[in-house]
């Protein structure tokens, strides 16, 4: 149901998506604590670190390249297949997960034949993740089009107040994943179990639902317009990001990814004949550091604010707790904030407010104003993400389904291939400064060099600092710690440059005559 001036939104379908989008919440908190708690995966199955990372991996690349891949079909098969097809995934992953379980813990596993059982059971764990990334990365590939399209004359705030079911979703399934975690160590079921709560609601509320058709279609765009829109430049962008992701993960000669990369951009640009329309390439560009400001800096931040909460005597899973509760309010009333600052408005105002928290984090101490100034982070990030995806909906109507999420999967692409890592070069970075300063000759002892896509680095090694006086290693960790949170100034520099890209872009508008929201449908 289109909302038109004789039809009203349908709202039954809108807090489907919005459960749906919950359920994608559920299963990231709790894998989290399943892989990070050491009494439950890295117990059962053997874990180390490496493997640890390696689970957690696994489940949110599938996220970010079913997004965009699906964006190319949904609007041939429907978002119903699409919903269906994001169920299936979370039931294959409870199955997986199961059987993993069963695997470790036969009766009489011991020594090598435990060994055996935890690789076995290892493989249904990975292939399990990746089921639910392709999962959680379907739902926002039907959700955002849908939402956008039901509420077409005020995307922006309907989107904003969509993606608190993220926020929304960490807050209910980290206090519930908590409250049970006395129970989860004699099974961790209990926690697979969790999601199938929103997931089989989703279901329900949208089996019988009647769709949308996507604003795209109901104009007259045809898909090769779609594709034009989106552009060869869009498809170099998100195709080299997908490519390299897969390329990583898969362990691909670099000829291979490169080769993969021309076929498709070639193919795409033969069919489509459009370098891409200027506006949406530029907001792409500026999803990249919008990611890393939002996404990237979350683990560091934690990091900070964990260390206060443990010697406090709180649940660490707190932190995340706090700052997610914070965005699912404001996004609820994202409404009169965005017709107050228009949404470039908006983001621009935020944009100041990430540069001035990050700036505050760098440097401040003790529990309290830690959350005071995580707080005005928060406040910061928490119009981001669904803000951006309002403005591509808005102004680039044509991209359909293919503009809105392509844009989303950039950003998660962008954050887990150069802004995460970015960002912990800048940490390594600047505590390479710290020690060359206040201890010299220490540094060349604990470092390794390291590469990412950008080129090489060098690292402290955890086990180098082990084998230094137990005082050098207590001053080398002092000063470690307190540079790399020093080193939240100079990450401000993403924020910094999307309020640029922000205020050109208001300018840019303001001489068009204001910005408005295109409307391809009509009355």
């Not at 459960?19 to 990070?36: D, E, G, H, K, V």
């Not at 957690?56 to 699906?70: E, Q």
């Amino acid at each position: 149901m289109t909302n038109t001036d004789q039809q009203k939104p349908d709202m039954f379908l809108f807090w489907g998506c919005f459960i749906a989008l919950i359920t994608t919440a559920f299963a990231f908190i709790t894998r989290a604590f399943l892989i990070n708690i050491d009494t439950l995966w890295p117990a059962d199955f053997g874990l180390d670190k490496v493997q640890a990372q390696e689970l957690f991996g696994a489940g949110i690349w599938p996220f970010a390249v079913s997004i965009i891949l699906f964006s190319l079909i949904i609007d041939k098969i429907g978002y119903r297949v699409a919903m269906l097809f994001s169920f299936v995934c979370y039931a294959a992953y409870a199955f997986l997960a199961f059987t993993a379980y069963g695997i470790v813990n036969a009766a009489g596993l011991e020594g090598e034949a435990l060994v055996a059982a935890q690789a076995k059971a290892f493989s249904f764990l990975k292939f399990g993740s990746i089921i639910l990334g392709l999962g959680n990365g379907t739902v926002e590939a039907f959700i955002n089009p849908v939402v956008a399209t039901v509420f077409r004359r005020e995307k922006t705030k309907w989107l904003n107040i969509l993606h608190a079911g993220w926020p929304g979703g960490l807050v209910i399934g980290g206090i519930l994943t908590i409250l049970l975690g006395k129970q989860a160590e004699s099974d961790w079921r209990i926690l697979i179990y969790l999601i199938a709560i929103p997931a089989f609601i989703y279901l329900v509320m949208l089996l019988k639902a009647k769709f949308p058709v996507n604003e795209r279609v109901a104009s007259g765009t045809s898909y090769r317009e779609m594709l034009a829109e989106f552009g060869v430049i869009g498809a170099a962008i998100a195709g080299f990001l997908i490519f390299k992701e897969i390329g990583n993960v898969f362990a691909l000669p670099t000829w291979t990814i490169y080769t993969l990369l021309g076929v498709s951009v070639v193919a795409y640009g033969l069919y489509c004949k459009s370098l891409g329309r200027p506006l949406l390439i530029i907001l792409c560009l500026i999803m990249m550091p919008l990611a890393t400001t939002e996404l990237g800096t979350d683990s560091a931040i934690t990091g900070i604010m964990e260390e206060p909460m443990k010697e406090a005597g709180h649940h660490p899973l707190w932190v995340l707790i706090y700052t997610s509760a914070i965005m699912t309010v404001l996004r609820f009333f994202a409404g009169p904030v965005v017709r107050a600052l228009t949404p470039l408005g908006l983001l621009a105002v935020c944009s100041i407010l990430a540069i001035v928290g990050l700036y505050l984090l760098s440097f401040v101490q003790g529990m309290f104003v830690i959350f005071a100034c995580a707080t005005l982070y928060g406040i910061a990030k928490t119009y981001f993400w669904p803000t951006m995806l309002g403005v591509v909906s808005e102004q680039c109507p044509k991209g359909g389904a293919l503009t809105l999420n392509a844009i989303a999967g950039i950003g998660m692409l962008t954050v887990g291939l150069v802004g995460g890592p970015l960002i912990g070069t800048i940490q390594e970075k600047t505590a390479q400064t710290s020690l060359e300063e206040k201890k010299p000759g220490v540094y060349t002892d604990i470092s390794v060099e390291k590469t990412f896509i950008l080129g090489k680095y060098n690292a402290i090694n955890d086990e180098k600092v082990a084998l230094l006086p137990t005082e050098t290693q207590k001053e080398v960790n002092a000063i470690t710690k307190q540079a790399k949170q020093g080193a939240l100034a100079k990450v401000a520099i993403f924020p910094a440059t999307m309020l640029l890209a922000y205020l050109l872009l208001l300018l840019y508008f303001r001489s068009k005559g204001g910005y408005k929201a295109l409307d391809i449908v009509g009355h």
